[in-house]
């Protein structure tokens, strides 16, 4: 059996076919889903890049393997090992085409081919997924008779929404230039617009209407359905596809407009930390089976281990998700998952099957206030903070929470919460802004 990951970077779930978005911005990977199991909650315990993609690989959560922001200076421990060594002892061929080696090394570790697409481009978020797939396909092709493990990275849709014209079609406002309904005005006063400017919304021209900008986003996921279509199809006509689990998945999603936040990859709320998941292996995967229990990136690597026969290591606290794809074993993994993010700002959350408690550790530049709760059953949009007016909710949580990482620390060896000790990174940039 062979295995490809693609893992499509910034993907939010809710803005697929699939899991219920009205716009056709995904008929292949909304196939993908019909010809397997799709998870309906994945999450990504940490955000964004770099504490994502370390917990998918180590299968430990963040709190354990200690990368808790992207672009800080704390490196991952050279003895946790990680999936890709790990297939390789196992007997597998193993591939990454994608450039995260530029952020950070170990994101490379364990691969025999690793092949960085973007040399040619001065900033490696504009690589295609046609120049991702013009080196992952004629790697598959060549490599057809081994056993191999595959990562495809595309980073459609992350910011600069900048889709081909011929995806730039899913704007059904009026003129998203009208200087009378300015709902972009408030980001000008934050980073992003100074990350941004000149790189991606100067370009766009003068543009008035959030909506306008949202539907670049699902232009870029349909750019990036294509080129999921493009590898499945380089599958198929290798005659793999009936031999290859195919995982499909993303390391975080995005905020388009909420809470002083735009377009940005920051916030623990759904729309940002609920991932899709889709898993197709033929006649041991059923087709169009739709799993509602939580699952979580430090899964993967566990999962995969096991279904291979590969041994797993005592440091991954992730647990199998297979037979919950394949309908063997629908007992649930977890009651509730935890996530974290300390890049822009700093902050932990618990999920449970109703509520979502957000807990601040610092205070944020929004103005929002340190606890936030949640109730997804009646509020799935989370639009309304419900900490005041259920404070027995809150405080039970938040008592849970704080012990949580208080026994997680103690496993880990480490005394300091890691968001409090490592401090924001990202978000040091708002005090060029608005210092104090």
């Known amino acids: 059996m062979n295995i490809l990951l693609i893992d499509i970077d910034t993907l939010r779930a809710d803005h697929l076919g699939c899991f219920g978005y009205p716009k056709p911005t995904s008929p292949r990977i909304d196939a993908l889903a019909a010809e397997g199991a799709l998870f309906e909650r994945c999450y990504a315990p940490g955000i964004p890049t770099t504490p994502a993609h370390t917990t998918l690989y180590t299968g430990m959560h963040p709190l354990r393997h200690n990368i808790v922001a992207h672009g800080g200076s704390v490196d991952l421990d050279r003895r946790i090992p990680v999936l890709p060594e790990l297939l390789q002892r196992a007997g597998y061929t193993t591939c990454a085409v994608d450039n995260l080696f530029e952020i950070k090394p170990w994101l490379a570790r364990g691969y025999e081919f690793y092949v960085n697409p973007s040399h040619r481009h001065r900033m490696r978020l504009l690589v295609s997924c046609e120049e991702v797939n013009s080196r992952a396909i004629p790697w598959l092709k060549a490599h057809a008779g081994e056993r191999f493990f595959l990562y495809v990275h595309y980073w459609e849709p992350h910011t600069p929404y900048l889709p081909p014209a011929r995806y730039r079609t899913f704007y059904d406002g009026g003129d998203p230039f009208d200087p ?5 005005a408030p980001m000008r006063r934050t980073p992003f617009w100074e990350m941004w400017g000149d790189t991606w919304f ?11 900008i949202v539907s670049l986003y699902d232009g870029e996921v349909r750019h990036a359905d294509d080129g999921v279509a493009a590898l499945l199809e380089a599958l198929e ?8 689990l195919v995982i499909l998945t993303a ?3 995005e905020v388009m407009v909420r809470n002083g936040i735009f377009f940005d990859h920051h916030g623990l709320y759904e729309e940002t930390i609920r991932v899709p998941l889709i898993v197709r292996l033929p006649g041991k995967v059923p087709a169009g089976r739709r799993v509602g229990a939580f699952v979580q990136h430090l899964d993967f690597a566990p999962t995969l281990l096991r ?8 440091s991954m606290e992730g647990r199998d998700f297979y037979p919950l794809a394949t309908g063997g074993d629908d007992s649930p993994l977890w009651d509730r998952v935890v996530c974290c993010e300390s890049t822009w700002q700093s902050k932990w959350a618990v999920r449970t099957d109703r509520h979502k408690l957000i807990l601040a550790r610092a205070p944020d530049r929004y103005g929002n206030p340190r606890r936030e709760l949640y109730d997804l059953w009646d509020d799935p949009a989370e639009t309304r903070n419900v900490a005041e007016s259920e404070p027995g909710t809150a405080d039970a949580l938040e008592a849970w929470l704080e012990e949580w990482i208080r026994q997680g620390l103690a496993r880990a060896g480490r005394s300091e919460d890691p968001l409090v000790a490592q401090g924001i990174t990202l ?3 708002w005090e060029r802004i608005a210092p104090g």
């Open 180 to 184: 009378s309904r300015d709902g972009l």
């Open 202 to 212: 100067k370009k766009l021209g003068p543009v008035t209407d959030p909506e306008y």
């Open 237 to 244: 006509d290798a005659g793999l596809a009936d031999n290859t």
């Open 251 to 253: 390391d975080h999603g």
């Open 307 to 314: 279904l291979v026969g590969a041994p797993v290591p005592d």
């Open 427 to 429: 978000g040091r940039r």
